[in-house]
């Protein structure tokens, strides 16, 4: 799904530009554009970049039962 329509940047683009290591919406537009025009698009690239770098609430229970 395209999450910035001025420059066509989808958010599998994002998300591996996350991996990649970004993380503020500034480095997502400095490696793929998205942000850079109209600005729009800036609220769901920091839902994608909360999504991915938020630890997971399953990441604190203990590992053994």
């Not at 500034?26 to 109209?38: H, L, Q, S």
Request: proline share 3%; charged share 20%.
């Amino acid at each position: 799904m395209y999450v910035c329509m001025c420059f066509a940047v989808c958010d599998r683009e994002i998300r591996s530009c996350i991996a990649r290591g970004a993380r503020t919406v500034e480095e997502v537009g400095d490696a793929t554009d998205a942000g850079t025009g109209c600005g729009s698009c800036h609220e769901h690239i920091d839902t994608l970049l909360t999504a991915t770098l938020a630890p997971s609430a399953l990441a604190e229970l203990p590992v053994t039962a």
